[in-house]
């Protein structure tokens, strides 16, 4: 899934690509990218999410987030989410991962191979 996050605060927007996550409860988690995308901004709150075996410590930050078009362009506003940013680097994701909270927001449609998103 496209989105495109938005940092009013510096004039500074993020667009990529995103991994699904149906057992992830919360909005985002974060990458490395998007950790250096919210740099200087203030989180709202701590948080402890649970992993495999293991407590993982966050951050939490609130941006503006866009769902985004095949061409990277912002189609349907989110409204603001929780990005979850792990304090320790190890337990950052390779990608930025799409939890529930953002996915039931949304009206989706599953054929297997393909997922359309339908405005709701």
């Given at each position: 899934?496209?989105?495109?996050?938005?940092?009013?605060?510096?004039?500074?927007?993020?667009?990529?690509?995103?991994?699904?996550?149906?057992?992830?409860?919360?909005?985002?988690?974060?990458?490395?990218?998007?950790?250096?995308?919210?740099?200087?901004?203030?989180?709202?709150?701590?948080?402890?999410?649970?992993?495999?075996?293991?407590?993982?410590?966050?951050?939490?930050?609130?941006?503006?987030?866009?769902?985004?078009?095949d061409?990277?362009?912002?189609t349907?506003?989110?409204?603001?989410?929780?990005?979850?940013?792990?304090?320790?680097?190890?337990?950052?994701?390779?990608?930025?991962?799409?939890?529930?909270?953002?996915?039931?927001?949304l009206?989706?449609?599953?054929?297997?191979?393909?997922?359309?998103?339908?405005?709701?």
């Amino acid at each position: 899934m496209n989105l495109t996050l938005v940092r009013r605060d510096v004039k500074k927007a993020l667009t990529g690509e995103a991994i699904v996550d149906t057992g992830f409860d919360e909005s985002l988690y974060a990458n490395i990218q998007l950790v250096e995308f919210l740099e200087g901004l203030r989180p709202v709150k701590t948080a402890t999410l649970q992993a495999l075996g293991h407590e993982i410590s966050c951050e939490v930050f609130k941006v503006e987030c866009y769902l985004a078009d095949d061409d990277l362009r912002p189609t349907l506003n989110l409204r603001e989410v929780e990005v979850y940013t792990p304090i320790n680097i190890g337990d950052l994701s390779e990608d930025v991962i799409v939890g529930r909270a953002i996915l039931n927001r949304l009206k989706l449609q599953l054929t297997g191979k393909f997922l359309q998103v339908l405005r709701v």
